[in-house]
């Protein structure tokens, strides 16, 4: 690695995929032409397409009422197109307010029909996942956010409930094993654990469509797309293909559960250090830590600068924490080497010893 990357995403990606896609970039499996130049319809990305599609079902253990899409627009359209499809105008969805992403999923829902906040950690800055709560019987839907990156916290469990479940994955989709079948549709921006920005990733049950009566524009009907098998329109080729080449990788690591095994060595490392470390200290409780962003601060605010300056040295990126939260924010996403958090570490323990 030439530094060790933590950034929050677009962020770290595997060796091989950056080698593999830096030779399809001059000529794509012996065609002549480079990825960016292919068609789309041709059968060389159609089976690129196909085996991204087939890779997330696979690794997701989905069952066969779910279809995978590749889109555009991030995660934040999905924050418009989720209600368009789901909610009737006349009728209600709950969501969880988690932080600034599930904030504007719910500012985007109140455009199609009602937004019922049931929970919500705004009053203490989002430092906690809400734990009590109620989900009105005839809402359309259930959408969490399950992992915060701005504020470093993550849903530990899935909510039980008998209405469908909807779930923005974009930050730590496919780092831990869940039963992803519990879901009726999740969605997630690539560029943090499954690729490139510029795609998003949505599963959606099919037996959940079609139910609302609003017109919905053709592009932005779920249907469509699962009809056209994610290419309705043009595709981020290039995008698709860096995930494909992704989870390939992550297949070749053992999958989900072998990913999830380092990935809780890296958070425990690194969450050790910031309880021990009398520089330092989390800002989350600690039940509801994120293992893919550790958010913390200095109880001396006027010596960040400094570390970031060192850290910046000692070639590593990344950290400093989002402007709403201010601090550090250290982004461990599943390409990210373990030795890139034993350096981190290394750092913060250098650091204390100069300024003890």
Known sequence: MKVHNFNAGPSV?????LYKASKAL????GSGMSILEIGHRTQPFIAVMDEARNLVRELMQLDDDFEVLFLHGGATTQFMQVPMNLLESSES?????TGVWSNKAIKEAKLFGFADVVASSKESN????PKQFTIPPKASYLHITTNNTIYGTQWQMTPVTDVPLVADMSSDIMSRSMDFNKYSLIYAGVQKNMGAAGATMVAVRKSILGKVTRKIPAILDYRNHIENGSMLNTPPVFAVYI?????????EQGGIPAIEKINDKKAALLYDEIDHNPLFRGTVVKEDRSKMNACFIMDKP???????????KEDIVGIKGHRLSGGFR??????LPYESVEVMVEAMK???LKKA
């Open 13 to 17: 990606l595997p060796n091989e995929v």
């Open 26 to 29: 001059i000529d794509f499996e």
């Open 93 to 97: 969805a709950a969501y969880v307010d």
């Open 126 to 129: 989002y430092n906690h996942i």
């Open 243 to 251: 995930s494909m080449l992704t989870l390939r990788w992550l297949k």
């Open 302 to 312: 006027e010596m960040e600068e400094e570390f970031l300056k060192f850290c910046k």
């Open 330 to 335: 250290v982004s461990m996403y599943n390409a």
């Open 350 to 352: 250098y650091f204390s």
